[in-house]
């Protein structure tokens, strides 16, 4: 059964094509810096916003059109899995990435739900067998059950702290089963409401333990895949724990986890921290942790996550950059976190929207590697940092000074002189390589 049946595979047919259904710069097979584009970008389609999200909002009930919510319960869950490969192999994506919770229903008990998941992630594994479609990376759903009101691996409730435990344990079981290149903690819930009546020491303590569990349960199946941690700084927490990349970053380091995780980053979560995208990628970067991205964007008019499909070229210019200088995104890939606005209703919006996205990193992809091969960065920075490249600069890198020759220096040296950075110019000249 077709359930896009107006809707061929999707070709690339280059910018001067009108066709809404054809990519304009995402050419699979085209080289970029010694890569194809299909190696660099490693694709995603996100099973909840494309599958399971109906366009129901906090003033609205659910509006989108699919032909495929006819059924419901388990036949509903098995109707998706169909879809989702049509839809990845008429798109000409490689890979996809779920909750736990998207692709089955809960039952009346943990078991039950078990049970439920195993019949659906047999039928996902027959269709990746057949198609070839990989697992980017699967999650657990521990923030939608009232059970995780006040969060999971950081409850105040020891009952939920196990429940997080045994779900986060088949969570692990289904990656394994299915090869799932990844294994992502995002926590939904793992924050605070408010310190006066929060013990946050236990708290984090607490996560970081559920955390080393979970390396440890890994490491006892076999599980090789990248273990991954999201950062948000809020919602639906008032405040996470898991800030944005720095936070995170910190929090891995004092419990001895860094060399064992790396960071997915968002775009909107980025924006919602306060940060650009390329900020958090260049924070992850520096510090080698950088694993992979969820694509999409925020409505800088508005304070929540949006989950807008990403269009803006600039900004994901910029981010192609810092995946390039990152040597790449190792087994984590470009997941196009992001969901068709409620006005896009149609069946075929979920292709025009993916379609944006693909060909907005592909653009992204080939100016920053025309920056990359231009050095222009480098050269910007080579110019601007000139001064710690000798004598007394090249001093304080080499870690020859102290204060007191430091000191001894400024006394003696002529008036300081600074140099104009010339931003407008950088970003006029950015303007060039992108339009």
């Excluded at 949006?306 to 997941?335: H, K, Q």
């Amino acid at each position: 059964m077709s359930y896009f049946k107006n809707v061929n595979k999707i070709k690339y047919e280059g910018a001067g094509s009108s066709n809404p259904l054809a990519f304009k710069h995402y050419n699979e097979n085209e080289v970029v810096l010694g890569k194809s584009m299909k190696e660099h970008l490693r694709f995603a389609v996100a099973y909840w916003h494309t599958l399971t999200m109906d366009g129901s909002d906090p003033f609205g009930k659910g509006n989108m059109i699919r032909p495929w919510e006819t059924v419901s319960g388990m036949d509903l869950a098995k109707a998706r899995v169909e879809v989702n490969f049509e839809f990845l192999e008429k798109l000409g994506v490689p890979y996809y990435c779920f909750h736990d919770r998207d692709i089955a229903p809960e039952g009346n008990t943990l078991q039950e739900t078990n049970e439920n998941l195993d019949v659906i992630i047999a039928k996902l594994k027959e269709g990746m067998n057949a198609t070839g479609i990989k697992l980017l990376w699967n999650t657990a759903n521990m923030f939608t059950n009232p059970r995780f009101v006040h969060g999971a691996a950081t409850s105040s409730n020891a009952e939920v702290f196990a429940y997080a435990a045994a779900q986060v344990k088949k969570g692990l079981d289904t990656g394994l089963e299915l090869g799932s290149e990844n294994y992502v903690f995002w926590g939904g819930r793992e924050g605070y409401e408010s310190l006066l009546n929060t013990d946050m020491g236990l708290e984090l303590d607490n996560l970081a333990k559920f955390f080393h569990m979970a390396l440890d349960y890994a490491k006892e199946i076999g599980y090789t895949g990248q273990f991954l941690i999201e950062p948000k700084p809020k919602e639906p927490s008032k405040h996470q724990y898991d800030f944005d990349a720095a936070t995170t970053i910190a929090f891995l380091q004092k419990y001895d986890l860094q060399n064992h995780f790396k960071l997915n980053l968002e775009a909107n979560h980025a924006t919602l921290a306060g940060h650009t995208f390329e900020h958090e990628l260049r924070v992850a970067r520096i510090n080698n942790m950088l694993g992979s991205v969820d694509a999409n964007q925020g409505d800088m008019l508005l304070g929540w996550d949006t989950d807008e499909f990403p269009t803006d070229v600039a900004s994901v210019t910029l981010a192609m950059y810092e995946i390039l200088e990152n040597g790449g995104l190792g087994s984590g890939g470009v997941n196009f976190d992001a969901k068709v606005r409620r006005g896009s209703f149609d069946p075929e919006d979920l292709f025009y929207s993916h379609i944006a996205g693909m060909d907005t990193f592909a653009k992204g992809l080939k100016v920053a590697g025309k920056l990359i091969e231009d050095k222009f960065f480098d050269n910007i920075l080579d110019e601007r940092y000139a001064s710690f490249k000798s004598g007394i600069g090249a001093d304080i890198v080499a870690g020859k000074t102290d204060l007191k020759s430091l000191a001894a220096y400024a006394m003696q040296a002529d008036e300081i002189k600074n140099k104009s950075n010339h931003l407008e110019l950088i970003k006029a000249q950015l303007n060039e390589y992108m339009f």
